[in-house]
């Protein structure tokens, strides 16, 4: 494992501006910058440890990383971070950082819970943020969650009527519940779509009822995740959502590869944005805003001490879930599907719309 400081942050890291992130459970820490409350230098190191994803993965572990080194450079201190090549990697970098005396310790992702739980116990002095897990009950322990059900069903709803094919398709990476969140979403979205346009729109990849769907069994971008993606496509798909990190660039290959013009939905970040190349077959994209969460939350820890075990959840209410903009796609999509989005968003946020998902934030 590498463990390096601000001054050696990897190049082609996007730049984010940051917006100030609204309250979930509890009231979201608020943006500030530049030099503690009293004007004097912080004394403060924050960190982070990826999954096995990387900090390249123009996705979850990026986004996140992004949040600690924009927070960094505006608070004049340094951050430490470390990528996890595998998950036996976990415990062994969480301890690194924390023999180095880093004060907050940033755990990008569901599977590291049990690393972050046995760190947080031995270590109660230091402070610990999870992102997408909300299992942990401890005082140093703060979860970052999202409703990401609710975006995806906006997603579903686009996808369908984009369709020429009268068949849209998802596959995951690892069948857990920050990856299915997304897939209930999408194929509820769909249904709802059906509902609403007297359609029939099929699903290729994920029974929601049933829970049941294509997975490659993990989150590399390899030939196992292009061969699970070609399988869907093969159904006669015309839109794709991959749900896990780097795997939709295995799902670019397939498609180019099928030959046909199939539309790509990203996760976690806006992919039109993120990915290096081939970002006009983004219809949209599913956002989490780690990075602005990310971003408050080690401010406020390091300019006030304010850190609590509050969880905060994400959701289109709070802005902490969203939908991309259509991008190149735009002139593609119909004349109606925006204003029709804005309604259904409308809906949810009010209730009147029920989004639910066996993985949503309790």
């Known amino acids: 494992m590498t463990i390096t400081t601000r001054k050696a942050v990897m190049s082609g890291l996007a730049g984010l501006g940051v917006v100030a992130l609204l309250a979930g459970c509890g009231q979201a820490p608020e943006s500030a910058g530049g030099g503690g409350s009293d004007g004097e230098a912080i004394d403060y190191l924050p960190c982070i440890v990826s999954d096995s994803g990387g900090f390249d993965d123009k996705s979850f572990n990026q986004s996140s990383y992004e949040g600690l080194v924009k927070a960094a450079d505006d608070l004049g201190i340094e951050e430490k971070h470390v990528e996890s090549a595998s998950e036996a990697d ?48 401890a005082d140093n322990v703060k979860p970052m969650i999202f409703d990401t059900a609710q975006a995806a069903f906006l997603a579903g709803y686009a996808a369908a009527d984009t369709s020429k094919t009268g068949k849209v398709g998802t596959f995951g990476g690892m069948q857990i519940p920050t990856v299915t969140i997304f897939m209930d979403g999408f194929a509820d979205g769909v249904a709802y779509y059906n509902e609403q346009k007297d359609a029939d729109v099929q699903v290729v990849g ?92 080690v401010t406020a820890a390091a300019k006030d001490g304010d850190f609590d075990a509050e969880p905060y959840v994400g959701t289109l209410e709070n802005e902490g879930v969203g939908l991309a903009p259509f991008h190149d796609w735009e002139d593609k999509v119909s004349d109606s599907l925006q204003g029709e989005l804005d309604t259904i968003k409308a809906g949810i946020i009010d209730g009147s719309i029920e989004v639910t998902s066996p993985s949503s934030p309790k």
């Open 90 to 137: 976990f415990g062994p970098n969480i301890t690194s950082l924390v023999d180095q005396g880093c004060d907050l310790i940033i755990t990008v992702g569901f599977l590291l819970a049990d690393a972050t739980k046995e760190a947080a116990e031995k270590n109660p002095d230091v402070n610990f943020l999870i992102l997408d897990d909300n299992s942990i009950e």
């Open 206 to 297: 994920w029974d929601v009822d049933a829970q049941q769907g294509q997975f490659t069994g993990g989150f590399d971008a390899n030939e196992t995740a292009k061969q699970t993606a070609t399988s869907v496509i093969n159904q006669g798909v015309d839109v794709l959502l991959p749900v896990g990190g780097p795997i939709f660039l295995s799902g670019i290959e397939a498609i180019k590869d099928s030959g046909e013009e199939i539309a790509m939905i990203g996760v976690d970040a806006d992919l039109f944005k993120t990915a290096d190349s081939d970002n006009d077959m983004f219809l949209t994209s599913i956002m989490k805003q780690m990075s602005d969460g990310v971003y408050n939350i």
